[in-house]
């Protein structure tokens, strides 16, 4: 981390301390900030040594930056569409000098096809929002509702553009809600990418699955493996020895 990393605060904004490598992220109070989700997603991601790896719809930057804490990969990039939240990515990465390493692209999801060369990365992952624009109570805070609701893309933009910009034979990542599960199969297999690994994350041992992380090949066989699920805490406020030792909190 930078020396002096107040000086990249605006107003309202403090530094999170990500507990990896002595990395720290820009959040801002009245604005969405990163959740368990995005600390699942860059713990199942897998990144090989010398992979490229996008992030769609990056927010502040915590998956590319914890990408890039946790994998060998050799350039991370996060795309993301509201100008005011890129900017604090890019903060973020300048607080943590890995600007030789990670870049935030200004641009929409819907038309990362057109920004990147086809087939370009390795990885493409994304934490995309969970609600249908018309589904549910958006929050009147702009930045907020845009990261829950789909209001600027969908589960189907999302996919076609991974599908576009992932190598054939490079994976794709998503973190999603159970609920959704068959739609985001079928968008998958509409674009050709196979379904690989599941695994649901469960909030405690007795209660039903919140999420869904995903892994899908460009060009796969039709075999998909469900692994063990993964249980978030052991009781209220108190996280599992897996959460701990396998996501480093």
């Known amino acids: 981390m930078i020396e ?14 990500l507990e990896r490598n002595g990395y720290g992220i820009i959040q801002r109070k009245d604005g969405f900030c990163f959740g ?11 990144v090989k040594e010398g992979e490229n790896v996008l992030d769609l719809g990056t927010g502040t930057g915590i998956i590319p930056i914890l990408l890039e804490a946790k994998t060998k990969g050799r350039r991370f990039t996060g795309l993301e569409i509201q100008e005011e939240v890129a900017d604090m990515a890019r903060r973020s990465v300048c607080l943590n000098q890995l600007e030789e390493k990670v870049e935030i692209v200004l641009g929409d999801i819907k038309e990362a096809g057109e920004l990147f ?7 493409v992952t994304s934490n995309p929002p969970y609600i249908r624009d018309d589904h549910g109570l958006k929050n009147p805070e ?3 509702a845009v990261s829950r609701h789909e209001i600027l893309c969908t589960l189907d933009d999302v996919v076609r553009e991974a599908a576009k910009l992932v190598k054939p034979g490079g994976r794709f990542y998503l973190v999603h ?23 649901f994350v469960h909030p405690f041992i007795d209660r039903e699955a919140n999420m869904v992380l995903i892994e899908a090949v460009r060009g796969g066989g039709s075999m998909v493996k469900v692994e063990k699920p ?11 020895e897996e959460i701990r030792e396998v996501y480093g909190y």
């Open 230 to 240: 993964v249980i978030v805490f052991r009781k209220p406020g108190v996280y599992t």
């Open 117 to 123: 060369p086809r087939s370009s990365f390795d990885v």
């Open 36 to 46: 368990m989700d995005a600390v699942l997603l860059s713990g199942f991601a897998q």
């Open 177 to 199: 809600r159970p609920q959704r599960l068959m739609e985001i199969i079928t968008a998958m297999k509409q674009v050709k990418l196979e379904p690989k690994r599941l695994k």
């Open 4 to 17: 002096h990393p107040e000086s990249l605060l605006k107003d309202k904004e403090h530094i999170d301390d």
């Open 142 to 144: 702009i930045r907020k």
